[in-house]
């Protein structure tokens, strides 16, 4: 018998997501909870979803998250001009955006590295043929977490 994972509709099981997105425009999250900050000045962009739908996308800010390398280090990723879209099935990362900030998609171990250092700075793992970041937490939660445990 098939686990609820496996009979889930895929936007169901990709909502908190961060997908690694070479068509994507801009970052686009659902949730407040991935910003640390946000830019309250108006800055409309309106995205047209993959049903066709349009939507206006008034607010931008920083988006940080933080997962673990197979190595077992924890790594911390920012990511400005990002969207809030809270109609959007899962979270997006901007591949155009990366690579303009010099991080590289490696295809064959797909990880995302600094050029100039060589520093990976992110593992992707392939999840109903999407490139996501396994574990990923919004920073702000891992923060806190830290805090609670009087690790900080």
């Known amino acids: 018998m098939p686990s609820d994972s496996q009979t889930q509709p895929c936007w169901e099981r990709l909502k908190d997501a961060l997908i690694y997105d070479s068509g994507a425009g ?8 991935w910003f640390i900050e946000i830019d309250t000045e108006r800055d409309a962009m309106c995205y047209r979803n993959a049903n066709g739908s349009i939507n206006d996308v008034p607010v931008k800010g920083v988006v940080a998250y933080t997962t673990n390398l197979s190595t077992g280090q924890q790594v911390t990723v920012k990511l400005p001009e990002s969207r809030y879209n809270p109609t ?18 490696d295809q064959k171990s797909h990880r995302l590295y600094k050029e100039d ?6 593992e992707l793992e392939r999840v109903d043929n999407h490139f996501v970041v396994p574990n990923a937490v919004p920073a702000s939660q ?10 900080r």
């Open 117 to 122: 250092t060589g520093e990976v700075v992110t």
């Open 26 to 33: 801009a970052s686009a999250f659902n949730d407040l909870k």
């Open 142 to 151: 891992q923060a806190e977490a830290k805090t609670a445990d009087g690790k």
């Open 88 to 105: 959007g099935y899962a979270n997006f990362i901007c591949a155009g955006r990366m690579l303009d900030d010099g991080i590289f998609w």
